[in-house]
């Protein structure tokens, strides 16, 4: 060893003496080695993209947490599993995630029948569920309303921000009095469908429903429904097929000249970034005509803030993509968790449930309030119409309206809402 | 009487797509007697590599459809060559399991080549618009898909009826022995009857690719009506996978304007009723 080795190796050791590091989970204050959470959602198939950004929304949020000291000292752990937007899926993965690799929580699920079939597994394993993007009233109304499953937890606004909210936009368009359905075949498109014509009808009795076609999964081919609604002479369409479906749709319907014809089409989940990007080139050249309306569980241009904005630079510097909503949600969910366990000093599923009594949180997507009722947690998110904004390489949501979140939700107790056709 | 008449244009542009993949399907097994579960990811094949070569290359739709096919009949050759031709004197179900586990290959595949998110590609100015039929606009793309359908619908039946090579095809399909003992190299023309059947599922898939999503798992979508067509019409018919394809997308149109709660189960009812009355299909005698 010659004397410039020596110093460098006795600078080393006396650098770990002087500063020493503290790694996330040496300090673990809930005695455990990470505190582990099970994440899943639709990684294949068509809408795997919603899966896939479930992933990135969990992953980073546990890169920052980890890397800000973690929950209490405790580093967190992901494991990521694909439910294939299937029911026995989804549940299977859960008792693994729980029995086998020992998840202190769960996170996600996409498709509403997944979110119901795991619902009561929950109650019996006695974890808790973040559910981040399924979208059926009935998770909350039902299932923790009346049946009192308190391991639900739901993070993402569900089916009232796809239904109700268009009901309140469009009340005042008098001109509007016909409105047509191409709807997702499944529960899902039942329950907006008949939220929204519930709700309208109480603003606008004079209003006609006049048309509906139903699409199942998977459908390559809309030009059929869009022909059928098309014929019953429609003032307004409401759409509720998303992700991929939702562009070709939007796509299809051009060809047939629906934006001729019709004053609005108002797309459910039009406003996540999927299917904006996918319509990037029609809203360049206005195809639209002003007349597509679009929402989501989160969009990438609300609120303007500096958490919002901060969010998606890191996100885009982390994926070289904008976050969808599901990202938005999982992302905010783990903060959640993160400041119920911290309240609580536990892993206990009752004392965690109990710190989130009255919890208020900032997330990037706005302020979340806890509702205990439904355990629903409860923030705004605006309708727009996609347009172009200099700044965003993809259409943003324009023209916002905004409405109180409390204007739109549902408030227990709960009127049954029919989720079939 | 105009919406009538527009829902059934409309339906017989579904009819083509639903065509084109059939058409394939039935061609491989009237020859090979193969069912071939692979053949939905065959089409989704087509449809990411029509995308990869219009979308993201740039190449003209049209140069970009042949590709598509030529590639989409290579990765066929291949299936066969070296796979299929190994478990034809085994069980079918060998078959089914080989064909089943390409669908699974082939579905992670194009997920790690291409990602999870969904493709769709502008559509080609040339076929952009919509002319005017019975009062409404009729989309360009649907007359386009149209005509393609009924061209390979076409040269498929001259390919079949007027050249050596369907003769030699259909004499292999009715007694393989007795084809091998005259001296037809039969496992070439097996190659050949599955490459062809795999560009039909390329081109249904690479057609559409502006207009409808290029996604992982959408050859599941289309195989279960393309199975549904080959049993309506019969087994390895082609004449009766076309009449079979115009029954259902028509019949499939009209389903949604008229009926719009009950439309899905109108092509399962189709296909009972067939299996009730006559269970080896419309044309099979």
Redesign the interface.
Known sequence: MNKKQAVSYISLILGLFLFPTAPVGAQCKLGVPAIKVGAQGA???????Y??QIEMGATMAMEEINASGGILGCKIDVRFMDDENKAATGVKNARLLITDWGANFLVGTDSSGVAMAIGPVLAELKHIQFFTHAATHRLTEELVAAKGIKEIVRVSVPVYQDAIIAALIFKDRKDIKRWANIGA?YEYGYVSWNLFKETLRKYRPDVEFV????A?F????F???I??V??QKPDAIFATPW???A??LL??SL???VF?NVQVWWQAMGGSV?VL??IT?EVQKDRFKGKLWATARYIHNWPDTADNRAFIDRFRKRWKRFPNYSAETTYSAFFIMKAAVEKSQSLDTAKVLEAMKGMQIRNPGGTRVFRSEDQQFIYNVPAGRPMMDPKYPIPVLGDLKVFPAKDYYRHPPFTPVSAT? | MD?FA??GL??L??AM?LWLISAGLTIIFGVLRIVNFAHGSLFMVGAYLGYTFYGQMGLPFGLAIILSLLGTGLLGYVMERVFLRRIYGVDEAYQLLLTFGFILIL??AV?IIWG???R?P??PDFL???WPVFG???????VFVIAVGLVVAVVLWALFEKTWWGRIARATAADREMASAIGINVPRVFSGVFVVGAMLAALGGAI?T????T????G???IIQAFIITVIGGLGNLKGAFVSSLIVGVL??YG??YF??F??FFIFVIMAVVLLIRPQGLFTR
């Open positions: 990684a294949s198939g068509p809408h795997s993209d899966g896939r075949d048309g509906e076609a139903w199942p998977l459908t390559l081919d030009s059929p429904h022909a059928a098309m014929a992700a991929g479906e562009v070709q796509r299809q060809g047939q000249g001729d999927d990007e996918g080139a056709k | 919406n527009f829902q409309i339906g542009s579904l797509y579905d992670d997920k999870g998110v969904f769709i502008p559509i952009d618009g919509a409404r606009s009729f989309p360009i793309y649907n559409g502006p207009v409808r999503v996604a992982p798992g959408i599941s979508a289309m499939s149109a949604t304007l719009p709660v439309e899905l």
